[in-house]
């Protein structure tokens, strides 16, 4: 008994502790909303997808323009050479020399290669905006479904504190009543085993209360759950016009604004364009080169057949030597691969698959955006119609309880009639709670699968 008494003890004080005043931030679902688009992983990681193809746009502009390219060489020989052109001589001689070029070349014509290219990443990178828009979308979602299971959980917690409370206080009225013989003790004992009952019931809701609220605070990137505090949020139990709207006309709003079918419908045009760069393979290449061009040597020694050869001779200054000798080039590059051993055919082959694949993945996804649609709307026919039902279930579970209860009070019922109703009673709230989260929930969801 006294253990019971302890258990009892602590049980008062978990319901007393809800009533503690704690400085913690509330959290609304707006502001868990917004805090998952703004932090949630699969966001930031479609945000940088954006970004990268917008370096990929960046790159396939720079290939209209011309290349300057710049290198040089210096050399410094130092030996002895035998040379037969005129005769035998014997070239001893130490030299230096520098060799730079600036070189610019121009694509004239390379089979639209460069257009192709620049078409594709710009429907690349709008095909990734539209994917970021759907991950947000998505992410929107998935928050507020979790806050609503918190606020649902919450709703059952409340219940089941109810329902713990009426079998507390009813334990302590049939002990008393049993100790002056008016109630039997196999009815203490039943209620004894119900509040037990209860009680595990109690502790699991509040374990299951606090995990999902952990669930949520980590979608949002929020670590320290104790500072936070989820807002009292009441769900509209009210109809919000959809089931007013023709289904053939919410599932032609889904495909005209869905962004990943927008998505999927740029894949197609971006594999056209790629079918179209891999073909610039079968052309010929055309480029304007031009530049400037320096050969330039400076001698330190040269004798020839043991003559000093730079005593009779003079050569121009070192700086005029190495850097003077300097001349332009301007030319046309034709180039044209006629056998590559097949690959441009093998790259048009496997660009021209990847189309009918995106293609495939396009039909596909306007398939299931219409499925999507038609059940998440009969889901909301049935989570509307579900409030009614449980509306008229717990109306009719709280009259049964009462009735039942003044009958047991009076005699004239039994233990497991009571215990029934009570049990009856908790069932309804419940079911309450999650039609009333349910309805609001396939509000969403029917907004996210048309695309809003």
């Given amino acids: ?55 990929q746009l960046m790159y396939a ?10 290198n040089s060489t210096y050399t410094y020989n130092a030996g002895k050479n035998l040379f037969t052109a005129a005769g035998l001589s014997v070239i001893d001689s130490r030299q230096n020399l520098l060799n730079y070029q600036l070189v610019s070349t121009i694509n004239i014509f390379n089979g639209l290669n460069d257009y192709s290219q620049l078409k594709a990443a710009m429907l690349t990178k709008s095909s990734a905006g539209f994917n970021l828009d759907r991950a947000k979308q998505q992410i929107s979602l998935d928050v507020a479904q979790s806050y609503l299971q918190v606020v649902l959980d919450r709703r059952v917690v409340e219940a089941a ?18 100790n002056v013989g008016r109630r039997a003790v196999v009815d203490l004992y039943q209620q004894e085993a119900l509040t037990s009952s209860d009680s595990l019931f109690y502790i699991q809701s509040q374990t299951k209360a606090k995990n999902d609220k952990i ?25 919000s016009g959809i089931e007013g709207q023709n289904i053939s006309d919410l599932v032609k709003q889904g495909i005209d604004q869905r962004p990943d079918l927008k998505a999927a419908q740029y894949q197609i045009r971006i594999s056209e364009w790629n079918i179209r760069q891999y073909r610039s393979g079968f052309l010929p290449k055309l480029n304007l080169v031009a530049g400037v061009i320096s050969n330039g040597g400076y ?43 097949g690959l441009t055919k093998t790259n048009v082959d496997i660009a021209k698959i990847n ?3 995106a293609r495939i993945d396009e039909a596909d996804l306007e398939v299931q955006i219409s499925s999507d649609i038609r059940q998440a709307y009969n889901d909301y026919l049935d989570a509307l119609a ?24 009076l005699g004239a019922a039994n233990f ?23 309805l609001d929930l396939q509000k969403n969801i029917i907004d996210y699968y048309v695309g809003k």
């Fill in 416 to 438: 497991v009639e009571l215990s029934n109703a009570q049990a009856t009673l908790l069932q309804a709230r419940i079911n309450k709670a999650q039609a009333t989260i349910k």
């Fill in 1 to 55: 008994m006294k253990a019971r008494k302890i258990i009892v003890s602590c049980i008062m004080a978990a319901l007393a502790l809800g009533a503690t005043a704690q400085d913690v931030k509330v959290l609304t679902l707006d502001q868990a909303r917004t805090l998952g688009i703004e932090k949630a992983t699969q966001v930031l990681k479609s945000n940088n997808n954006v970004r990268i193809t917008g370096a």
């Fill in 299 to 341: 001698l330190d020694r040269l004798y020839v057949n043991g003559t000093d050869y730079l005593a009779t001779h003079q050569q121009e200054p070192l700086g005029q030597a190495l850097f003077g000798q300097v001349y332009g080039t301007v030319g046309l590059n034709l180039s044209w691969k006629i056998f590559d051993k």
């Fill in 215 to 239: 669930l949520l605070l980590r979608k949002i990137l929020i670590t320290q759950a104790d500072a936070y505090e989820i807002a009292d949020y009441t769900p509209a139990e009210t109809s």
């Fill in 61 to 70: 502009y720079g290939q209209f323009l011309p290349d300057l390219s710049f």
């Fill in 355 to 357: 189309m009918d694949n």
């Fill in 386 to 409: 579900q409030i009614s039902t449980t509306n008229k279930g717990l109306y009719a579970a709280s009259q049964a309880y009462d009735a039942v209860k003044g009958r047991y009070d």
């Fill in 161 to 178: 504190r109810e329902n713990l409370n009426a079998s507390l206080q009813r334990e302590a009225q049939l002990r008393e009543l049993t």
